[in-house]
């Protein structure tokens, strides 16, 4: 029985209780009618519970119902008759009230919650609108401007937040479902408040505009975002009913839409990265200190994500000076989050509370994690892991965040090399999402195991590599970089292949990217590299061309593109550039379209992604969607290069 009914005294307990994530399935819909009903036939009985067993409160509608033909009752259906009880129902939240769940509760006549709890519309990621009467109730409770920006970025509030815009009327102290029986009590025989029936208050229209206007551009392409905002729009201007009729059609549109089955396999593919075989027995182990060395940049980004989950961290770096500066950085990170208002000071001073900067490398012997992020060079890399194999506990785990280099080499120098793990983030670390699980030839099935659990507490998505140069993403990123170089030595420009790959959803070109990044380093490592270079690979020398010519990309007020008032402009300088390289190589240039481009550099990208996959380096080829997805911009809502050239589907669907 995935819902049951109990009574304390006169108030009827709704449980509902459908393992993992008590998801809306029939079974939950059709209980809840059947219990809602019984407590609302039963004379005995004067307000009503909704909870939920087990981890958290309803996660939503059962995805997996999805793509199916709907069998009733419907959840819109189901949040009517809880809306319409005669009797007071309130939710009771614990975990997260996502989508569905969140129609439950807002249709509830109260919502009480504990303050871990959590709140979102997260159906635009999966390329639906909320169905179920979330675009029209929750502007009737939180005001359209915070309704619309819930709606369309799927953004999760926390019960506090809830509190203050009025979404949730109580957080509760002491057991949640005694709070919440309590609570419908005190509502026994009152005038109901029923959501639907209260008015949108008066807000302002340019706002909402704009907003709307901001779902569109920011979704570069998705239409389930721009779609939920117009909806919550509508709840100002139409009767309940109707504006619940408008949002039905429109979910029942995109449910069946090529974005939401792309979105969908996104879904899928996340909740497949994380099982890897071999490890399904395998516990993580717990992790409280981590070190991290090097407070550049990277290591900044890296300390940052640590303490923002919640561990004590140790930030270690050369001398005195660098490790003040390290300290700077990251309270500049802070600065710049809690000038957006992501957190407040009091957030700041928390997380700062739980780093310690230090110049000395002994400060690392009680962590039980140590992460470097020093320059990205093997000699380097070998010292520091050779001496912190003398440093930390010999369990300790080591981790590696080289981009470039070939871990199982530096491997040789550390003891114990099976705690020895590969840990891949993007830059910037703090914000970007993926992280590669690079698995070292001498790795421990705990150790990755422990790797790939660290990065999901951090609120991050772990995929695991195999070892080769540039793991799966810098190693298909460079294809599709050289694809893209070939094109401009062949006829294209640099802004024609960006406005190619921006059209297809991508945030930013190639071109436009790498000026942000700078070319300097990448310059470097071709340097470098050029003694073992094959010289039957084609080579495309303008790159080089650039840096020789100081343009270090935006740094330097000029790359491939010019900055020099401050915006991107089209520089004749590198127009001139790249004919005369076509000119050296005997290329006759000529135009190139945006589906040739977007067409050529799929080709190249899935043609690398297979060899990835026969090598054994990605263990599934959604693993690769997921890379590009979250490390690279690729358009979630494409699916992925995978996705889309057909080698995915029954990976992670
Ligand atoms: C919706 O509600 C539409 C309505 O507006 C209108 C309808 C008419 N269904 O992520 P985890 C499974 S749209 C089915 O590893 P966590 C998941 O596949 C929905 N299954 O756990 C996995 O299974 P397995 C809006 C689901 O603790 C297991 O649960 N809701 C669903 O890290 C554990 O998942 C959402 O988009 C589902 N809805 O995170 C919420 N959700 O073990 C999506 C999860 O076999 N879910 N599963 O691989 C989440 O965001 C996270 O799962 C959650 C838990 C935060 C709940």
């Not at 502007?139 to 809830?162: D, F, K, W, Y």
């Not at 992460?371 to 080591?398: H, T």
Request: glycine share 10%; charged share 25%; with cysteine.
């Amino acid at each position: 029985m995935s819902v049951s009914l109990s009574r304390d005294g006169d108030v009827a307990v709704i449980l509902i209780d459908n393992p993992p994530v008590n998801a809306a399935s029939q079974a939950v819909r059709a209980g809840v009618v059947d219990t809602l009903a019984t407590a609302n036939a039963d004379p005995a009985i004067a307000a009503i519970v909704i909870a939920c067993a087990g981890k958290t409160f309803v996660a939503g509608a059962d995805v997996r119902e999805f793509g199916k033909p709907p069998v009733p009752p419907f959840l819109p259906d189901v949040v009517l008759s809880i809306e319409n009880s005669a009797k007071p129902v309130v939710a009771a939240v614990h975990g997260t009230a996502l989508g569905g769940g969140f129609e439950i509760a807002l249709a509830a006549h109260a919502r009480i919650a504990i303050e871990d709890a959590s709140f979102g519309l997260p159906e635009v990621k999966l390329g639906i609108v909320p169905g179920a009467g979330g675009t029209q109730r929750l502007p009737r409770l939180a005001g359209m401007v915070t309704a619309i920006e819930l709606a369309a970025s799927g953004r999760r509030i926390s019960a506090g937040e809830a509190q203050k815009l009025g979404v949730i009327d109580r957080i509760a102290e002491g057991g949640l479902i005694a709070a919440a029986t309590a609570f419908a009590r005190e509502l026994a025989g009152k005038p109901l408040r029923r959501t639907g029936d209260l008015p949108v208050r008066p807000f302002d229209e340019q706002q909402a505009a704009a907003q709307i206007a901001a779902a569109d551009k920011k979704a570069r392409g998705q239409i389930s975002p721009g779609e939920a905002a117009r909806l919550v729009r509508l709840a100002a201007d139409l009767r309940l009913s109707e504006g619940l009729a408008r949002e039905r059609a429109k979910f029942l549109e995109l449910v069946g839409s090529e974005q939401a089955a792309a979105l969908r396999y996104v879904f899928a593919a996340e909740r497949a990265a994380g099982k890897i075989p071999g490890l399904e027995d395998v516990a993580p182990r717990a992790i409280g200190n981590v070190g991290v060395v090097g407070a550049g940049l990277m290591g900044a980004g890296i300390a940052v994500s640590f303490a923002d989950a919640g561990y004590s961290v140790t930030v270690v770096e050369r001398d005195q000076p660098s490790a003040e500066a390290g300290r700077s950085r990251v309270e500049s990170l802070y600065d710049r989050m809690v000038k957006s208002g992501r957190i407040d000071a009091a957030g700041k001073a928390e997380r700062l509370g739980r780093m310690n900067f230090f110049a000395d490398r002994a400060a690392l012997s009680g962590s039980d994690l140590v992460i470097e992020a020093v320059f990205d060079d093997l000699d380097v890399k070998r010292e520091l892991f050779s001496a912190l194999s003398g440093i930390v506990r010999p369990d300790a785990i080591l981790a590696t965040n080289t981009s470039y280099l070939d871990p199982d080499a530096i491997a040789e120098v550390v003891a114990n090399p099976q705690r020895f793990v590969g840990l891949h983030f993007f830059s910037p670390a703090n914000v970007m999402r993926l992280v590669e699980v690079v698995r070292t030839a001498t790795v421990s099935p705990e150790v990755l195991a422990t790797g790939l659990s660290v990065v999901k507490r951090l609120g991050k998505l772990g995929v695991v590599s195999g070892v080769c140069e540039g793991f799966i993403g810098n190693r298909i990123f460079t294809v599709y970089r050289q694809h893209c170089d070939f094109m401009l030595e062949e006829g294209a420009l640099p802004h024609e292949i960006d406005a190619a790959m921006e059209a297809f959803g991508f945030p930013m070109g190639p071109y436009a990217v790498n000026d942000l990044a700078g070319l300097d380093i990448s310059w470097a490592r071709r340097k470098r590299n050029a003694a073992t270079r094959d010289p039957s690979e084609r080579y495309v020398v303008i790159a080089d061309r650039l840096c020789e010519a100081g343009r270090f990309g935006q740094k330097t007020g000029k790359g491939y593109y010019s900055y020099a008032d401050g915006r991107k402009t089209v520089d004749p300088e590198v127009t001139a550039l790249i004919e005369a390289v076509s000119r050296e190589g005997g290329h006759v240039r000529r135009s190139f379209g945006p589906d040739e481009i977007v067409e050529r550099i799929m080709t190249a990208i899935v043609e690398e992604g297979r060899k990835i996959l026969d090598e054994g380096i990605a263990l599934r080829a959604s693993d690769i969607d997921l890379v590009l997805i979250n490390g690279y911009g690729y358009p979630a809502w494409r699916g992925g290069p995978m996705y889309q050239a057909g080698l995915a589907a029954a990976d992670a669907q």
